[in-house]
Each structure stands twice: as structure tokens, then as C-alpha cells.
């Protein structure tokens, strides 16, 4: 079967497609449906999504939501941290009770040791891997873990 003749939507471009190639929005390469897609979803963003409209979610809905797509979820291993969207949750339970993101290196502990006891109460912000580690030396009791002391074997 012959190619026909289109037009990219983005750069205006001509370029030759098998008739079954053809959909909706056709582009040139993959730069071209990239902006497309980009300028889209942004658009889409800031008009239709209804957590970003200026009605917004509450943050209940929200976690509703975090709840329900966890639920549909392969419950995770015991030993493994839950995610949603890409993010530990005991971390997005902590910038949230620090009132902001974490810096790079802040381990957030379980105090419990449950590693999906997420309770802010639960929660403790390290502002590194070195003092949470130390804690851990100076709680065995806690984590059930012993530590040697250096130099010592």
C-alpha cells in the first residue's frame, strides 16, 4: 500500500505514513509528539485535573485516593517500604510533618521498627545516614540490631 502525505501539528513539517500509521495528532519524530504531549498534559494540569484546580482535593480525598490505589496494589513484602506514585510513603508522611521536602541524605526512622507504620508519631527526620546509625548504636534495644564498636572485634 502506497504512503500518504501529512503535516506534524507541531513543527508543520510534511512527512510520508503508511495509511494504517495515521492517528488523531501525527508528528514528524518523536520531539515533535513529545512537545505535544508536554504542552498537553500541562494544559490539561492546569485546567481539568481536579487535584490542581482551584477548588482542589482536600487532603483527605487525597489520601483516599493514595489508600485506594494501594489497596488495588500486590500487597508489598514485609522486609520492603510501601510507594505511591513513586514515593516511599514514610517520606511523604514526614515532609509533610516537617512542612517541607527533605533535603538530600535525611533518613526518616521507624521508631517502631514496622517499616509501614507510617504515623507521624511513628516517624523520625536524620540529617544523615551517620546519625541514624548512631541511634541505632545507642538503642539496640529498639531495632534488635547490635553494632561492634570500632576497633573492637
Known amino acids: ?89 514514610h517520606r511523604v508522611v514526614a515532609e509533610r510533618m516537617l512542612g517541607r521536602k527533605l533535603k538530600p541524605g535525611e533518613v526518616v526512622h521507624h521508631i517502631n521498627g514496622d517499616k509501614h507504620d507510617n504515623r507521624p508519631e511513628n516517624l523520625m527526620v536524620f540529617k544523615n545516614s551517620k546519625e541514624h546509625m548512631e541511634y541505632h548504636r545507642a538503642h539496640p534495644e529498639e531495632s534488635g540490631v547490635t553494632y561492634a564498636k570500632k576497633g573492637v572485634v
Not at 495515521?22 to 500541562?42: D, I, P, Q, W
Not at 492546569?46 to 480525598?61: F, H, K, R, Y
Open 1 to 89: 500500500m502506497p504512503k500518504v502525505e501529512l503535516t506534524c501539528e507541531e513543527c508543520g513539517k510534511r512527512f510520508m505514513r503508511y495509511p494504517s500509521q495515521v492517528m488523531e495528532h501525527n508528528f514528524c519524530g518523536l520531539a515533535c509528539s513529545r512537545k505535544f504531549t508536554s504542552a498537553r498534559m500541562t494544559q490539561f494540569n492546569q485546567t481539568e485535573n481536579p487535584m490542581n484546580s482551584s477548588a482542589g482535593w482536600s487532603q483527605q480525598q487525597r489520601d483516599a485516593v493514595r489508600k485506594r490505589e494501594q489497596e488495588a496494589k500486590d500487597p508489598c513484602a514485609k522486609d520492603t517500604y510501601p510507594k505511591n506514585h513513586g514515593q516511599h510513603d
